[in-house]
């Protein structure tokens, strides 16, 4: 069942296979040398020397997970970090909570006069659809003082525009064993999060594969497409129910659903509650937080 939120809590250790990459535990530990990151519940946040320092977001952050990302974005300031590249890789991000959002945004408005003099510049990569506007739309608002750019879903022209080409591929190595996501699971959600009515022959044509070959390697990796066309679909309601003032009916037509009570009888199979009570139930959230 699709959660509201997930439980915020600290990630076990785990072996890693990568060598270039050392994990640690606090901001203090990124020092002024040798690759580093620290992984969060939907965060990671890494360095290269003191040439580049990144964050990749994937899931759902909630309003804790930034609050526990904040003092590792705070080192953007440090001295040492002075004149580096800064990446943001929001392409795992399967929405962009409200009240998240609305708290990254109040700190990257509060804190840029103070990263604007170390950043050298910043590549920002973007999921597609809905999410990735809000993401864009974040660090526009923003007004950042330094020179930045927007990618889309391949590493390398961002990491090369920022310097770090000799990075981008134990970089996407290292992320995809941290997020456990595979490649093929990945590209499924990017091309749904454009187009979630995409069925299976039309996503592998897009993904420049066989339909065969596309269902099997989704359940070698324990999923299909359907469960991933659902996913996308209840982040799509969410967002809408929560983003927006639209009636039911309108946001059962945005989502290719055939009424209102189609769509109240799916969210409350996958929420456990009716799109109205999660609706208000979320409106006194974002009340509450402002």
């Known amino acids: 069942m699709h959660t509201e939120t997930a439980q915020h809590a600290e990630s076990p250790a785990r072996p890693r296979r990568s060598s270039r990459f050392t994990e640690v535990y606090s901001p203090g530990a990124f020092i002024g040398a040798g690759t580093r990151y620290f992984l969060g519940r939907s965060f990671m946040f890494w360095q290269d020397g003191t040439r580049a320092l990144g964050v990749a977001l994937w899931g ?5 997970d930034i609050d526990e990302l904040i003092p590792f974005l705070d080192l953007a300031a440090a001295p040492r970090f002075k004149d580096h590249a800064n990446i943001i890789d929001a392409r795992l ?11 990254l945004l109040a700190y990257l408005v509060d804190r840029r006069h103070v990263f604007g ?21 974040t660090f526009q608002v923003a007004r ?20 770090l080409g000799d990075l981008t591929a134990s970089y996407e190595a290292w992320l995809e064993e941290a997020t456990d996501v595979p490649a093929v699971v990945r ?11 995409l069925e299976l022959h039309a996503l592998a044509k897009k993904l420049c594969t066989s339909a065969r070959t596309l269902q099997r390697r989704l359940e070698d990796a324990g999923t299909s497409i359907r469960e991933q066309r659902d996913l996308q679909l209840n982040l799509h309601v969410e967002h809408l129910l929560s983003g927006t003032d639209l009636d039911l009916e309108a946001v059962a037509r945005s989502v290719g659903l055939s009424s209102a009570s189609h769509l109240v009888r799916r969210f409350r199979e996958s929420h456990g509650t009716t799109p109205g009570e999660w609706r208000a139930r979320r409106q006194k959230q974002v009340e509450a937080a402002l």
């Open 93 to 103: 991000l399967e929405a962009a909570d409200v009240l998240a959002f609305s708290r």
């Open 60 to 64: 759902r952050p909630v309003e804790a």
């Open 117 to 137: 003099p170390n950043v050298r510049r910043q590549a920002i990569l973007q999921p597609g659809g809905l999410t990735g506007a809000v993401v864009s739309g």
């Open 187 to 197: 590209q499924v959600r990017a091309a749904l999060r454009e187009d979630n009515r």
């Open 144 to 163: 950042l003082p330094y020179t930045f750019e927007t990618f889309d879903a391949v590493a390398a022209p961002a990491f090369e525009w920022c310097g």
